[in-house]
T-cell receptor, first 111, second 115 residues
Framework: GIQVEQSPPDLILQEGANSTLRCNFSDSVNNLQWFHQNPWGQLINLFYIPSGTKQNGRLSATTVATERYSLLYISSSQTTDSGVYFCAVEPRKTSYDKVIFGPGTSLSVIP | NAGVTQTPKFQVLKTGQSMTLQCAQDMNHEYMSWYRQDPGMGLRLIHYSVGAGITDQGEVPNGYNVSRSTTEDFPLRLLSAAPSQTSVYFC??????????????FGSGTRLTVV
């Protein structure tokens, strides 16, 4: 099956710093999502981004489907950005519907 | 508020007991799924459904059953609980699946402990 990797696995930032999180996937995908899981366990959809670039405030994401990777940019980080960031993909070669998650990047933003 | 509602939020079971985790959405979403999250292992897909009456297995289906009799509800049944099923369970839904999907909405999770 498809392999989804995320890097780095852990990241510690000083408040105000910028960061880039990466998601690599081993096969073609129908779509890709980025999620943030906050310290209380809630999962929030950040981006639905099968290709191209999207921006939402201090966050932006770029997916290059032909090269099988996606990047999540966090600018001017805040302590509320702490948590785990997951990418999730729907492989194209399976029947639709199986959305597979990467292992996540754990981000800690310190004041 | 529109969204995905999971009940209960917490549950403790004894080994061998059965129970049903409830999931309901009021967004008229076709696609619903169940994941479990274990420390260090991310989220793994248990079962999913693309519409009422249609379900299929995910990555880790053993020990779990599902049914989808209505668009709104997608319960997850543990037939005979085992300590290995101790986990946090998340239900998710989306308008549809495939290239026209617009992304998941997650419930708040059910923390299950099997002793």
């Amino acid at each position: 099956g498809i392999q989804v990797e995320q890097s780095p696995p852990d990241l510690i930032l000083q408040e105000g710093a910028n960061s880039t999180l990466r998601c690599n996937f081993s096969d073609s995908v129908n779509n890709l999502q980025w999620f943030h899981q906050n310290p209380w366990g809630q999962l929030i959809n950040l981006f639905y981004i099968p290709s191209g670039t999207k921006q939402n405030g201090r966050l932006s994401a770029t997916t290059v489907a032909t090269e099988r990777y996606s990047l999540l940019y966090i600018s001017s980080s805040q302590t509320t950005d702490s948590g785990v960031y997951f990418c999730a993909v729907e492989p194209r070669k399976t029947s639709y519907d199986k959305v597979i998650f990467g292992p996540g990047t754990s981000l800690s933003v310190i004041p | 508020n529109a969204g995905v509602t999971q009940t209960p939020k917490f549950q403790v079971l004894k080994t061998g007991q059965s129970m049903t985790l409830q999931c309901a959405q009021d967004m008229n979403h076709e696609y619903m799924s169940w994941y479990r999250q274990d420390p260090g292992m991310g989220l793994r897909l248990i079962h999913y459904s693309v519409g009422a009456g249609i379900t299929d297995q995910g990555e880790v289906p053993n020990g779990y059953n599902v049914s989808r009799s209505t668009t709104e509800d997608f319960p997850l049944r543990l037939l005979s609980a085992a300590p290995s099923q101790t986990s946090v369970y998340f239900c998710a839904s989306s308008l549809t699946s495939g290239p026209r999907s617009y992304g998941y909405t997650f419930g708040s999770g059910t923390r299950l402990t099997v002793v």
